[in-house]
Structures are given as C-alpha cells and as structure tokens.
C-alpha cells in the first residue's frame, strides 16, 4: 500500500471475480482523472454498475479525494443512493441524481463520468458551446448533446430533461456546469472524457488568442459523424486503456487494493 491511499480492508474475496473488475477500473477511473488534473476537490462523481444488476452501483466514497480511492474503497449503493453493502464512508446521495438517471435510462452507460474541469465549465457557459475547430472537436461533435443548468443536480424532477438531452450520445455538456460521458466500459468513458476535455482546452486557448478561429467545414464534420456511427464501439478506449493502466502500474499501483 503507498501513501496515496487509505488503509481500508480488501473486497476481493467478497464479491464476484466480475464485480472485483468492474472495481479495478473504476478506481483507476478516477485516479487517472486525478493524474489529468479533472477532478474538483471530491466534488464529482464516476459511478460504473454492478455486472449482473440493474439497480446497483459502485460510487466513489464521499470524502476521499480520487487519487486516494482503491477498488475495496468504492461503494455500493442503490438507485436511490442508499448504500447496499456497510461502508466506513458516506455517499454523497445528492450528487447522484445525475448518475442514477442516465444509468437506468440506458442500459448501454455502464460507466458514467462527471467533471467540473476549468476548460470544460468554460466551454459550458459558451452561448455557441463546443466549436468545430479541431480534429478532436469533430469527433466529439459526431455524438455530443446540451442540457440547460437547473442548478446543482439535486432535484429527481431534472432526471426526464437530463436523460432526454443526453439521449443516444456520448458526450453531454452540462450549461454552466461541466461535462459527462459514458461508456460500456471505463476505457470508452474514460477516453471520451479526453477527447471532450482536450477538445475545451483546444477552444479555450485558441479564442485566449484573440485571432480569427478557422472552422472545420461542414462536410467533413458531417462525414467524422458517418464514420463515428459506423465504428466499432469502444475501438479508441480498448487501444489506449492497456497503456493508461501500465503509466498507473508505474506511478502508484495501490488503486488495485
């Protein structure tokens, strides 16, 4: 165990061989988020359910800061946010009003990420939101919906809205608020997450310089959407995830614990 994460008891051998999976890349799920410099204190969330159910998920620990979380430290939790299994840690019931809609709206969405990164809220307050002036835009853009703030996600009523703006797509941009993605797995949310975050970092620093932007016409864009529908599903996770789980195995392997 290395002193970036917490002494917390192994549930390795409490639960299935594919739940103790699912653990493993959520935690390196958020500690890769850390390693990005994504997160917001513990003030968002990335939430994957558990294989086999349909009402239960696995949550980060309230409190614990994303470097610090081990796949034994995540918790359980049901679609209401109450904790299914004993945990030393709260769960920030509240916050998870976004994660519980989109996971029992779509079956797909096994894997929910949520940030407040700077570039991606700074995008978020744009009136025109994600413009198509990079090649990482585009394929963002190929899948990408908008849904208005409401205020801080605490109101069960918002669900219907969220889950009908975010729709089939990848990528959500939350007004005024941040960004989410999901995936089947953690590398497709993961890897969308980059491509939406270096998409909003591109655009931030390219209107910084004050020059005239230069817009990706609009016929390759609408191609990027034709090849996007066509690829097969999580090809760009399932290519960068095994080195992004080595860079962590070098740093700090405790997320395994």
Known sequence: MTATALDIP?????????????????????????????EDLVFTHISARVPGTEDQFLINPYGM???????????????????????????????????????????????????????????????????????HSIFVLASLGYHDFEGPALNDEEKPRLVADLGNHTHLILRNHGLLTVGETAADAFVAMYYLEASCAIQVRGQSGGGELIPVAKDIVDNAYTQYQSRPRGSRGDIAWPGLLRRLNRIDPSYQN
């Not at 935690?27 to 390693?35: D, F, G, N, P, S």
């Not at 034994?72 to 945990?87: T, W």
Request: hydrophobic fraction near 45%.
């Open 10 to 38: 192994s549930m390795r051998n409490k639960v299935s061989p594919e739940e103790w999976a699912v653990r493993v890349d959520l935690a390196a799920c958020y500690r890769l988020v850390a390693r990005y410099g994504w």
């Open 65 to 135: 800061f994303f470097d610090e979380i081990t796949a034994s430290s995540l918790v359980k939790i049901d679609q209401e946010g109450r904790k299914v299994e004993e945990s030393q840690f709260p769960v920030n019931a509240a916050g998870f009003v976004i994660h519980s809609a989109i996971h029992a709206a779509r079956h797909d969405a096994k894997f929910v990420l949520h940030t407040h990164s700077l570039n991606g809220v700074a995008v978020s307050t744009q009136r025109a939101g994600l413009l198509p002036i990079s090649q």
